[in-house]
T-cell receptor
Framework: KQEVTQIPAALSVPEGENLVLNCSFT??????LQWFRQDPGKGLTSLLL?????REQTSGRLNASLDKSSGRSTLYIAASQPGDSATYLC????????????FGKGTTLSVSS | DTGVSQDPRHKITKRGQNVTFRCDPI?????LYWYRQTLGQGPEFLTY????????KSRLLSDRFSAERPKGSFSTLEIQRTEQGDSAMYLC?????????????FGSGTRLTVV
């Protein structure tokens, strides 16, 4: 069974700290992986899409990596800000058609000022 | 085009009533997906369309659920005879073909509360 796991479920850090969110998946046949942000009661905002041919993607203070051999992806947030407080979800594409997107339960991040 | 739009944002209904949600995808996206998310969980796949054709349905989509995408544009998700267990956030997403290469764009969701 294809599963995506995110640990920890919650994380609290002071403003300015660099942090890493972890995502692991059971099936190395994952095709691509997408990271999303979700604010309370809201929809999902796409952050980064990493294709299987890539090792990492960067957008501003965010850097995401993908290691298929170890079944892991990480989302690195540099110089965290209170506005980064949200739930971060990773989701794996298990076919190129993108019809099988499996989500983790998310990591809820709280950044205190 | 401002992204994926969902309507309504919130819906409170009594158990046993029927509800219908609407999703307007990004205009050039030919794929449209419905997901359901309960509190503390990640979104779970319900169904998807390529243009007007409904190509896959999850076993989560019971007989009380029906989805349509007439003319390959907007989509509706109807729940008949709602139950308290249907309370969740219903998310719509759209993408281009070969979604894994382009990723999904999600809407803001419709939060359903069944009382």
């Amino acid at each position: 069974k294809q599963e995506v796991t995110q640990i920890p479920a919650a994380l609290s850090v002071p403003e300015g700290e660099n942090l890493v969110l972890n995502c692991s998946f059971t099936d190395s046949a994952i095709y691509n992986l997408q990271w999303f942000r979700q604010d309370p009661g809201k929809g999902l905002t796409s952050l980064l899409l990493i294709q299987s041919s890539q090792r990492e993607q960067t957008s501003g203070r965010l850097n995401a990596s993908l290691d298929k051999s170890s079944g892991r992806s990480t989302l690195y947030i540099a110089a965290s800000q209170p506005g980064d407080s949200a739930t971060y979800l990773c989701a794996g594409f298990y076919n190129q058609a993108g019809t099988a997107l499996i989500f983790g339960k998310g990591t809820t991040l709280s950044v205190s000022s | 085009d401002t992204g994926v739009s969902q309507d309504p944002r919130h819906k409170i209904t009594k158990r046993g009533q029927n509800v219908t949600f609407r999703c307007d995808p990004i205009s050039e996206h030919n794929r449209l997906y419905w997901y359901r998310q309960t509190l503390g969980q990640g979104p779970e796949f319900l169904t998807y369309f390529q243009n007007e054709a409904q190509l896959e349905k999850s076993r989560l989509l019971s007989d009380r659920f029906s989805a349509e995408r007439p003319k390959g544009s907007f989509s509706t998700l109807e729940i008949q005879r709602t139950e308290q267990g249907d309370s969740a956030m219903y998310l719509c997403a759209s993408s281009l073909t070969a979604s894994a290469n382009y990723g999904y764009t999600f809407g803001s969701g419709t939060r359903l509360t069944v009382v």
